[in-house]
């Protein structure tokens, strides 16, 4: 039986009437408290009216230095932090007022890389077992060795060999675990992938590999990316726009090149500044 892994052509994608995602006025506000009561005494605005747009089949760069928010977003795109105001609109649909019912179903179109390969892939669990926790939770239609070709196939894609299937977290490196990781998102087919600093916990030698994996991934499965990094040099290559945050505000954004040619805001001139001079 041959298992296909792209959900759907997407066909002149950069032609699409609406961006896949859309994202309006996001705000993220967490209280802090105090006192004997614990009463709200102040607010941090995490996240503070972030929009930005996400067209079919491109890769949206989000950068900004460490607490500028960007994992924050991320998250809440995913509804992983509760959200203060604003909307996320996912293929026309608004997502942040779906029940949970609604919008199960769109978690398989919607995947993470997170940042940490160590830390997002269960110790105890093999790599068939990681890579077929999600296909059972999606595809329980599917028999086992349905479930194990897959695997096997996603394997090959990101560039390990299938015996690794009955090998566990701990007995592979830094960047072959994220590889599982990038494998694991791809299991259920999405259609939208936010890679929350894939590349930032490896070594310098390992990032460009990585980095290469993911246009290549993108191509042949037809992505959408949202590229979250605090290198502006690793988001320009990466990224057809980019969206500059700062104190949890979008300071800049536009075209990638563009924006790194000429940018206008002081802050994304500093980020260009602490580009090393070699890349």
Request: proline content about 5%.
């Amino acid at each position: 039986m041959k298992l296909s892994l792209v959900s759907s052509p997407v066909l002149n994608s950069r032609l699409s009437i609406m961006p896949l995602l859309q994202v309006q006025d996001l705000k993220i506000h967490f209280p802090v408290r105090g006192g004997w009561f614990g009463r709200a005494t102040d607010v941090i605005k995490a996240v503070d009216k972030v929009s930005f747009d996400v067209e079919e089949g491109s890769t949206v760069g989000l950068v900004g230095e460490s607490g500028s928010g960007k994992s924050t977003v991320a998250r809440a795109l995913l509804k992983l932090t509760p959200v203060t105001g604003g909307t996320v609109t996912y293929q026309g649909r608004e997502i942040l007022s779906m029940p949970e019912n609604e919008f199960r179903p769109l978690r398989k179109e919607m995947q993470m890389v997170f940042q940490d390969p160590i830390g997002s892939l269960n110790p105890r669990m093999t790599v068939e077992s990681i890579l077929a926790e999600p296909q059972q939770i999606h595809f329980k239609q599917q028999s086992r060795d349905e479930h194990r070709e897959v695997s096997a196939l996603l394997l090959r894609k990101v560039g390990l060999p299938e015996d690794a299937l009955q090998r566990y977290p701990h007995e592979f490196s830094g960047g072959q675990r994220q590889r599982i990781g990038i494998a694991r998102a791809l299991a259920v087919r999405p259609k939208f992938l936010i890679c929350d600093e894939p590349v930032s916990a490896l070594d310098v030698s390992v990032q460009a590999q990585i980095l290469n994996l993911l246009k290549d991934l993108q191509e042949e499965f037809q992505l959408t990316l949202l590229f979250i990094a605090h290198d502006l040099a690793v988001v320009r290559h990466m990224s057809d726009r980019i969206v500059v945050m700062h104190h949890g505000k979008v300071v800049e954004q536009g075209d990638a090149d563009e924006l790194c040619e000429n940018p206008r805001h002081d802050y994304t001139q500093r980020l260009l500044e602490a580009v090393p001079a070699l890349i």
